[in-house]
């Protein structure tokens, strides 16, 4: 009965953590989607401009 009143977005969470839990059920493992899914915007911001400026450093160093 309490699964009629959750929302799609709660029921997709309850699977993902279902899935953790059982990490044999998933082929692939951990991926990009529950790294960003446990971040605030604030923090997946934050992981991109340190990907880009690491980058931008590492083709200067290596140029």
């Known amino acids: 009965m309490i699964q009629n009143k959750e929302t ?3 029921r997709r969470e ?3 953590q279902k899935e953790v839990k059982s990490p044999s059920s998933s ?3 951990s991926n990009l989607s ?3 899914g446990g971040l605030s915007w604030k923090g ?3 992981l991109i401009l340190v990907i880009i400026i690491g980058f931008f450093i590492a083709s200067i160093f290596f140029k």
Do not use: A, C, F, Y
Request: proline share 7%; hydrophobic share 35%.
């Open 8 to 10: 799609p977005e709660e």
């Open 14 to 16: 309850r699977m993902r």
């Open 27 to 29: 082929i692939h493992g």
């Open 34 to 36: 529950d790294l960003v």
């Open 44 to 46: 997946t911001g934050m």
